[in-house]
């Protein structure tokens, strides 16, 4: 479903990214795990088009989005839940949620009563303002949002961030209810070994921006060295 192939990424002349491989087949869903600064981010604003300079393949079933801009590529069906949590603050949080709708174009999203029903956490919370709510709250919300436009393929940049852990398990069961019914494949960006577990069944781990452990977690625990070299722990 997404390709990304020999994918370069520049910000100025930094290069940031070096040829990085990677798949999400249909309703899969796949960890990038990786230190502070090792290019997470930045791959995710890249298949996006949303900031660096990009050079290399990304394809969406099979159509290569090329020089698409980012909304284009949302319509395609691409979702970021960028890592900086942003909602609007003079909107409600239903609201927030149903102007989420209009980047899926002509694609038909998700009706929001199934969200809600899917994040219970917000279900109480659905006429508070987003400058009303929490840092967890609003992470909630957010990952909501991406979910809202039904992606093909939601890339979430490490929701976990700053999020207490009772409050990560619930994202963790929200997120693979989620995917699961609406076959949403995923890509999500992670620090936290346990929820990237929980959440998916393959993991690439990257160090300075280039792609140097990709398997399943069984491969991954079987390599107790990749995970001290490359990993915080
Ligand atoms: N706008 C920018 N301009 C120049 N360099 C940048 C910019 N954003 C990020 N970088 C650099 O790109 C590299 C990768 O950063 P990136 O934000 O992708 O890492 P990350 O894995 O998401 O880190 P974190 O876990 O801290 O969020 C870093 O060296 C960073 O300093
Ligand atoms: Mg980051």
């Known amino acids: 479903m997404l390709e990304v192939a020999g994918l370069n990424a520049f910000y100025g002349d930094s290069h940031i990214l070096h040829g990085v491989d990677l798949t999400v087949d249909t ?5 990038v795990l990786g230190r502070n600064g090792s290019g997470k981010t930045t ?6 088009n949303a900031g660096p300079r990009i ?15 980012s ?10 839940v960028p890592e900086d949590r942003r ?4 909107l409600t949080v239903r609201d927030n949620l149903l102007i989420a709708l209009t980047a899926a174009g002509k694609r038909t999203g998700l009706d929001i009563e199934q969200v809600l ?24 919300v957010a990952v909501a949002r991406g979910v ?21 398990r619930q994202l963790a069961a929200s997120l693979v209810r989620l995917c699961d019914e609406f076959n949403i494949g995923l890509l999500l960006s992670e620090q936290n070994i346990w929820f990237a577990r929980f959440c998916t069944q393959r993991v690439y781990i990257i160090e300075n921006g280039r792609i140097v452990f990709s398997g399943s977690w069984d491969e991954f625990d079987s390599r107790p060295d990749v995970k001290h070299l490359y990993l915080a722990v």
Do not use: N, W
Not at 43 to 48: D, E, N, T
């Open 27 to 31: 309703s899969d869903r796949v960890s």
């Open 43 to 48: 791959l995710m604003k890249s298949i996006l």
């Open 55 to 69: 050079y290399g393949r990304i394809c969406l079933d099979g159509a290569d989005l090329a020089d698409e801009p």
């Open 71 to 80: 909304f284009q590529r949302a319509r395609s069906g691409l979702s970021l």
């Open 87 to 90: 909602s609007f603050p003079h």
């Open 117 to 140: 029903d899917t994040f219970p956490m917000l279900k109480p919370l659905t006429a508070r303002y987003g400058s009303q709510l929490s840092g967890g709250q609003q992470q909630m």
């Open 148 to 168: 809202m436009p039904r992606p093909r393929c939601l890339l979430l940049d490490e929701p976990t961030e700053g999020l207490a852990p009772v409050i990560v």
